[in-house]
């Protein structure tokens, strides 16, 4: 039985919706939600949700209240006015994808007013999110994280105890530098292969039954790659830019400067720059096999 009475959820984007729905429905506690999308707020309380005027007002009813926000420009401010009021929550969990550094000054922060902060990031896809079968990486104490547990289990199947604060935040975002270092690979594979003759829908079958499978190739390469399929709103260029800079950030503050992440990350931006801005990150492979011209020249 989960030590909190009352729970809250801020952000229903993409990902933010689908996780509070199953939060709503599995939690078996009340779930106060804001967000600025009126709608979006509409159809949670729809499913059982109660709506609250202001992050503010989620604050002053929440034990626990659940972020999903773009970056930690987000997170830091509504963090703040969750504790502004008379009534605070005893524990703030970041499930957005959020600078470590940052994310450490704003718990020490919080913990200074009696607040605990958790950072949580999720992996996988909005299908994942629809489903609760995220993977959802925990930074903080063993205590918190056995308290927590039940209820992120709510939007995730792989519930993993990372280490301290910040530490679930460093496996996201590495982890989603490996996700783009490989696209970006299987680009260049793809764009080897199609030129060789070869059709990339078949490269792609018979390559994840080798040593070179992965689960970017049976997701990114043959969902997204292999079919030109790179809808927007599905964790467009620019969030695998911001992800992709928090790695190179991580790297500097540990004074080691990576070749691939920096020549994948400079990829990217040239791939926003030459227009390819909402769409799914896996439209890169549009710059490598030349099919969009980039501004100015690459340097690997």
């Known amino acids: 039985m989960s030590q909190y009475k009352t729970l809250g959820f801020i952000g229903l984007g993409v990902m933010g919706e689908p996780m509070c729905n199953n939060l709503v429905r599995k939690a078996g506690l009340p779930v106060h939600v804001f967000d600025m999308n009126a709608e979006a707020v509409q159809r949670v309380t729809a499913n059982g949700g109660k709506a609250e005027a202001s992050a503010a007002d989620v604050g002053a009813k929440a034990d626990v209240v659940f972020l999903s926000l773009p970056s930690i ?10 504790v502004a ?10 499930m957005s994808t959020s600078d470590v550094a940052r994310s450490r000054a704003l718990a020490a922060e919080l913990k200074a007013l009696g607040v605990t902060f958790v ?12 489903k609760g079968t995220l ?3 925990v930074g903080g104490s063993d205590g918190d994280f056995e308290a927590l547990k039940p209820l992120l289990s709510c939007m995730g199947s792989d519930v993993l105890h990372c280490g301290d604060t910040g530490c679930g935040q460093i496996v996201k ?5 490996m996700v783009f270092m490989t696209v970006n690979a299987l680009s260049e594979v793809l764009t080897i292969g199609r030129r060789a003759g070869m059709d990339g829908e078949r490269l792609f079958e018979l390559l994840s039954g080798g040593s070179a499978d992965s689960f970017a190739l049976r997701n990114h390469g043959m969902k997204a790659l292999v079919k030109d399929s790179f809808p927007e709103k599905v964790f467009p260029m620019v969030y695998a830019i911001k992800d992709a800079s928090l790695a190179l950030s991580l790297a500097k503050a540990g004074s ?10 400079n990829l990217m ?17 549009q710059l490598v096999d030349g099919r969009i011209t980039p501004k100015t020249d690459i340097k690997p």
């Open 173 to 177: 975002i590495l982890n989603n530098m």
């Open 135 to 137: 993977l959802i990486s």
């Open 73 to 82: 420009d987000q997170v830091e401010p509504v963090a703040r006015a969750l």
């Open 85 to 94: 009021g008379a009534r605070k929550p005893s524990t703030i969990v970041d």
């Open 256 to 265: 080691f400067q990576p070749k691939i992440a920096t020549y994948t990350h």
């Open 269 to 285: 931006c040239q791939a926003r720059d030459a227009g390819i801005v909402n769409n799914y990150h896996p439209a890169i492979v």
């Open 119 to 130: 950072d949580a990031p999720v992996a996988r896809t909005a299908e994942a999110a629809v």
